[in-house]
Each structure stands twice: as C-alpha cells, then as structure tokens.
C-alpha cells in the first residue's frame, strides 16, 4: 500500500508545486513507484512545473466522474518511468471534488504506487482539505516570514483535527517542516526569522531548508524539477529533504553565509 503525502501551506506562493515536482520526481530517482497528484481544481499549475502541460487529455475530475479511468488520466514523467503524474482540472470548480471520489482515485493508486504525493492548494478550501484528509504524512511548507509562520500553525491544528486518521483514532500524521526561499545573509540582517526562530514558533521535524535561488524559477520556466539541476543548491538541498525522508541522517545546508576567501577578504567583493 502507498503511503499518501500531502504537501501543503496555510499561504499561497510559497513553493508547494515546486515542492510536490521535485520531492515526487526525488523519490521515483531513488527507484520508488510515485504519483503526484494537483489537488488545485480551476488552476493546474503542476503540469506547468512537471513539463507535461501538452500531454493532458484527462484529469483528476474526469477519472472521479468515470468520464476516464485512471490509466487513461496519468501521465508518465519522460525522464522517470517510476513517475506518474495525475493532473487537476482547469475548467471545473472545487466541488467536483467528493471525498468518495478522491478515495476511490487514491485507493487504485495506492495498489500499485509506493507513494502518493498530493499538491495541495494554499489555505482550507476544498481542495486542500481533501487532500489533506487522506495523507499519511503532510509536508508543511513556509517562507520564513511571521505571515507565512502563523499561517502553517493553523494548517498543523486543522491536520491534526479533521484528517481520516484523526476521526478514526488512528495515529497521528506524521508531520515535517520545509523552509524555502531561505537566505542567510537577509537573516544576518534581520530582515527574515532564522530557522530556529520558525522551529520554536512551529515544533515540528525539519526536513529541509532551500535556499533562495533563481535555479527555482529557471527550472519552473523549462518545466524541470528543480531537483534534476545537482549544480544549483536548492537542487541539492532537494536531494537532501528526500534523503531525510527516507530515514538517512544528513545535516542540513545553506544555512551559514558563505565565508569569503582570502582573495575576497582582501580586494572586497
């Protein structure tokens, strides 16, 4: 059976695709069976990130409709065959969206698939909350910003609240902390929380800090997870988090500001 991964905020913008991209096509490298799947119903970004966006012929709303079966609606990732991606639906809205639906989607998944990451929208709309109330483990992503902070506190008590395995008694979702956009040298100045200050305000298992790094945004632009690019550092702190995941003890990176060299030191720059 797979084990269901929600990644997910309490705010919009701060890299949830590009996490649920790099985090899936991550755990299909490492030889595990994944399907990601774009809870966000209206808006499909994940096609975009993932490089498929011209292969969509079926979605999400179409396989829970029995418009299209399951087979029909995923497409295999072209650099990973252990890769599936299950798209959301542009021109329908959140309400297409039945629990019974989604479960009966993430059940066939679940059979054949190790994992089942889940791209969830910002916040509690519908289409977050279903993604939510299936996963086994949620990824709670934040920008180190107070706004963004107390905004994932509140994703922590609704997760810990109205998931199937809080209903049902079961044990908790196992919960991690993903800081992005993080910048060492904005943090030496003040002008953004460092990552024990999240820590403290959140409690949660740190899974991985990526840093700020316009390898992001090249890498949405090509429709490549950002985590194929080994050279950058935010690829690399990728690698990291699906390590960690995965049980390995790895220290966490790019979180001092680089020391300059003699060289530096001693003509500036």
Same mark, same amino acid.
């Given at each position: 059976m797979a084990r269901i991964i929600v990644v997910t905020s309490g705010k919009g913008g701060v890299g949830k695709? @590009?996490?649920?991209?790099a985090f899936s096509m991550g755990l299909?490298?490492?030889?595990?069976? @994944?399907?990601?799947?774009?809870?966000?119903?209206?808006?499909?970004?994940?096609?975009?990130?993932?490089?498929?966006?011209?292969?969509?012929?079926?979605?999400?709303?179409?396989v829970i409709n029995g418009e299209a079966n399951l087979n029909q609606a995923l497409i295999r990732d072209k650099r990973s065959d252990n890769l599936y991606v299950l798209p959301a639906s542009q021109t329908r809205d959140k309400e297409a969206l039945t629990r019974e639906g989604v479960q009966g989607v993430l059940e066939e998944l679940a059979r054949t698939f190790d994992y089942v990451v889940c791209d969830s929208p910002a916040g509690i709309e519908r289409g977050a909350t279903?993604?939510?109330?299936?996963?086994?483990?949620?990824?709670?992503? @934040?920008? &180190?910003?107070v706004s963004s902070v107390r905004d994932s506190d509140r994703m922590l008590g609704i997760l810990a609240s109205k998931s199937r395995r809080a209903e049902n008694n079961e044990e908790p979702i196992r919960e991690y902390l993903l800081l992005t956009r993080y910048s060492p040298e904005r943090v030496e100045k003040g002008e953004m929380l460092s990552v024990k200050d999240v820590q403290d305000i959140l409690s949660l298992d740190l899974i991985g800090v990526i840093p700020?790094?316009? $390898?992001?945004?090249?890498?949405?632009?090509?429709?490549? &997870?950002?985590?194929?690019?080994?050279?950058?550092?935010?690829?690399? $702190?990728?690698?990291?988090?699906v390590g960690r995941y995965l049980g390995e003890a790895l220290p966490h990176r790019f979180l001092e500001v680089p020391k300059k060299g003699l060289f530096r030191r001693l003509f500036g720059g």
């Amino acid at each position: 059976m797979a084990r269901i991964i929600v990644v997910t905020s309490g705010k919009g913008g701060v890299g949830k695709t @590009t996490t649920a991209a790099a985090f899936s096509m991550g755990l299909a490298k490492r030889g595990y069976r @994944t399907a990601v799947i774009d809870f966000d119903v209206g808006l499909r970004n994940l096609d975009l990130i993932m490089g498929c966006e011209r292969r969509v012929v079926y979605d999400f709303v179409n396989v829970i409709n029995g418009e299209a079966n399951l087979n029909q609606a995923l497409i295999r990732d072209k650099r990973s065959d252990n890769l599936y991606v299950l798209p959301a639906s542009q021109t329908r809205d959140k309400e297409a969206l039945t629990r019974e639906g989604v479960q009966g989607v993430l059940e066939e998944l679940a059979r054949t698939f190790d994992y089942v990451v889940c791209d969830s929208p910002a916040g509690i709309e519908r289409g977050a909350t279903m993604a939510m109330y299936f996963a086994d483990d949620a990824v709670v992503v @934040t920008n &180190p910003e107070v706004s963004s902070v107390r905004d994932s506190d509140r994703m922590l008590g609704i997760l810990a609240s109205k998931s199937r395995r809080a209903e049902n008694n079961e044990e908790p979702i196992r919960e991690y902390l993903l800081l992005t956009r993080y910048s060492p040298e904005r943090v030496e100045k003040g002008e953004m929380l460092s990552v024990k200050d999240v820590q403290d305000i959140l409690s949660l298992d740190l899974i991985g800090v990526i840093p700020e790094s316009m $390898a992001v945004l090249n890498a949405s632009n090509s429709g490549v &997870p950002v985590i194929l690019d080994d050279a950058s550092e935010a690829g690399q $702190a990728y690698m990291d988090m699906v390590g960690r995941y995965l049980g390995e003890a790895l220290p966490h990176r790019f979180l001092e500001v680089p020391k300059k060299g003699l060289f530096r030191r001693l003509f500036g720059g």
